[in-house]
């Protein structure tokens, strides 16, 4: 439990105090022409920060709990609030705020004012956003949901290899105003900086350079790397949350580099007002084949592609024309390719199942799921990695795992065995666009990172423009 305590008088007193000592102190350094002794003026805060905290620590207790196995009474009861307060606390959430379903991990903070309950906060981790309840005299007085506004920004993030990739983000790429304190203080700001650092680390190895890095064998101490990253920043509360990332640079430490740039263009597929984000090299090409080897992380194949299998619920012997990857319940199931859901509903011993047409006559189809992703139905254009749906055990199952299948052209073909063609390249205008907003984007990325960038050598050319070998 975290507490903070504050009286406002002192704060501005002391901060007065520490106004005039910096403005009226240390004047001969600029008389005698001298350099400026910033420093001082460093120390001068330092020590006013520390007396304001100090003070902070007299009036006001900050109290913060998390909801488990979703019971949100005994998150409330660990705030100290108990009795009368308690019931009509959970019936303001529950009934007049409608907060009816909560999840292990929401957060609750109470702000107490000498002693006396004065503010309730209840951060959903499903929403962005918070129910915030007032009190006078201990009673609530005042409710509402309130939204959070969130603004876009880009960061510039380097680092060097000195473990794993996950240690050297955590050392460098953590934004500084992650929380509204700039620390991680309580359980909630370490649950939100592990997440921001799964979210990007995982951007970063199994999306962005899935196809040219692997990470298990390629990483060496002394590997390099660059990342622009795009952040939400929400100034209500003073944080920050990860959203995606724009370019990236894997320079390896025995030689050669791995580069990301983003192009922002409509596929034909997409609807007439989607503008998506790929990657593509330097040249132009593109960094992803089409598909994806497997729709789960980490899959375990339990049943493979077969003609005559024996179907272990109905007993007999009959064709499997799909990869059976078994995976704890829940586990995410991804768009193995860009397309277009065409089927998305239960589908007899499919269970619950989502089919997406392909470009090139693909096909492909994610069965035995358990529940699908939000914000998608029939029609919708989803991306390479988006998820679609959770693994289950629904329908014609006995235990958890994904039924993957693909046609191509309207055949069945075994997705192991099938050559995964690469992603259609840059080409034409869109080549030339890209081509000409590339070096903007890397003198922008240079200059927020504060240094030049590395550059892939060119291979010179031979007499007669042959390049050498």
Known sequence: ???????????????????????????SDENAGEPWGFHRNIEAMEVCRTEILTVVADTIDICTS????????????????????????????????GWTVQRSGDTLTAMYCRGELTELRAHPGNRRGFYRVAYNEGNPSFWEYVPQERWIRQRAVSCEVSTTVWAALWDTALPPDLTESGLLVTDRDSSRAVGYISELQRALTDRLFVYDIDFYYDVRVGDSLWILIEENRYPMDGETGFRRILAAKYQFAYGGIAE?????????????AEIILDHYHRDG?????????????????????????????????????????????????????????????????YGNMVRIRHAN?????????????????????????EIIGYVGSTGLSTGPH???????NGSYVNPATEIM?????????????????????????????????????????????????
């Open 1 to 27: 439990m975290l507490r903070y305590k504050r009286n406002g008088t002192a704060v501005a007193m002391i901060l007065a105090a520490a106004a005039a000592t910096m403005f009226f102190t240390g004047s």
């Open 66 to 97: 998390t909801v488990g196995d979703g019971f949100l009474g005994g998150a409330v009861r660990e705030l100290g609030i108990s009795g009368g307060q308690y019931l009509v606390t959970c019936e303001v959430l529950m009934d007049s705020l």
């Open 260 to 272: 990301a740039f983003p192009f922002f263009h409509q596929p034909e597929e997409a609807d007439a």
């Open 285 to 349: 090409a593109s960094l992803r084949t089409m598909f994806l080897k497997m729709p789960v992380p980490f899959g375990r194949i339990s049943s493979g592609y077969s003609s005559s299998r024996m179907h272990p619920v109905l007993g007999y012997t009959r064709a499997h024309r799909g990869i059976d990857y078994a995976s704890p319940m829940g586990t995410e199931i991804y768009a193995v390719g860009d397309g277009i859901i065409t089927v998305r509903r239960w589908l007899g011993g």
């Open 361 to 385: 006559g693909y096909e492909t189809g994610y069965g035995h799921m358990n529940g699908y992703a939000s914000g998608q139905s029939v029609g919708s254009y989803v991306r390479q990695g």
């Open 402 to 408: 994904v039924h993957f299948e693909m046609k191509k």
């Open 421 to 469: 063609p690469p992603a259609d390249p840059l080409n034409g205008d869109e080549l030339e666009r890209f081509l000409a907003e590339m070096p903007v984007i890397e003198a922008q990325w240079s200059m927020l990172a504060g240094m030049d960038l590395p550059i892939p050598e060119v291979e010179p050319e031979a007499a007669g423009g042959e390049p050498s070998l």
